[in-house]
């Protein structure tokens, strides 16, 4: 439950300070357009998808199997 509320208010904030920059107090220390926040937004969810799938979908590194341990000399005794 407490990781929906955290959601939503980080969705809130968003949209309050990021995509509509005139409303909160960022808005009156940048001009920065829509288009840009909005390119900004959607260029960081396309390198995270990439980043993503770069490691999902690599072929992973062939390690070479370790060297058999030699057996153990018996005690002399």
Do not use: C, D, Q
């Not at 300070?17 to 959607?42: D, K, Q």
């Not at 980043?51 to 057996?71: H, L, Q």
Request: glycine content about 10%; aromatic content about 12%.
């Amino acid at each position: 439950m407490l990781w929906a509320i955290v959601s939503v208010l980080g969705r809130l904030a968003l949209i309050l300070l990021l995509l509509r920059p005139g409303n909160g107090s960022v808005g009156h220390y940048t001009n920065t357009p829509m288009f840009i926040v909005i390119a900004l937004f959607l260029a960081f969810g396309v390198v995270s998808v990439a980043f993503w799938g770069y490691f999902r979908y690599r072929k992973p590194r062939v390690e070479p199997a370790p060297e058999p341990a030699a057996p153990a000399a018996p005690a002399a005794g």
